[in-house]
């Protein structure tokens, strides 16, 4: 995942919510700007759950929906997990 992490330099948070920050990022290499969404998640359950919309949402391609660009799971080996969407 540092791989994709290093990728991306956050600007600023442009939301927050019950689940997650949203910033706005910038690709280093061709400055193309994104939307990082960090959701945690406090449970593995929880964790279980995410996985399942990110790979549901990974698949989408259409027009009237946000496109999901890449992602990756961001852990310290706690109980705290976060999943980054850049989209």
């Not at 992490?5 to 061709?30: A, C, D, E, R, W």
């Amino acid at each position: 995942y540092n791989e994709i992490k290093s990728k991306y330099k956050p600007l600023k948070v442009i939301g927050k919510g019950n689940f997650g920050i949203v910033f706005l990022v910038k690709n280093i290499m061709t400055n193309e700007l994104f939307v990082n969404k960090r959701v945690s998640a406090k449970t593995k359950e929880e964790l279980k759950e995410i996985a399942k919309e990110v790979k549901l949402m990974s698949k989408i391609d259409s027009p009237y929906v946000i496109k999901l660009i890449e992602y990756y799971f961001d852990s310290d080996n706690s109980i705290l997990n976060e999943v980054n969407l850049n989209i």
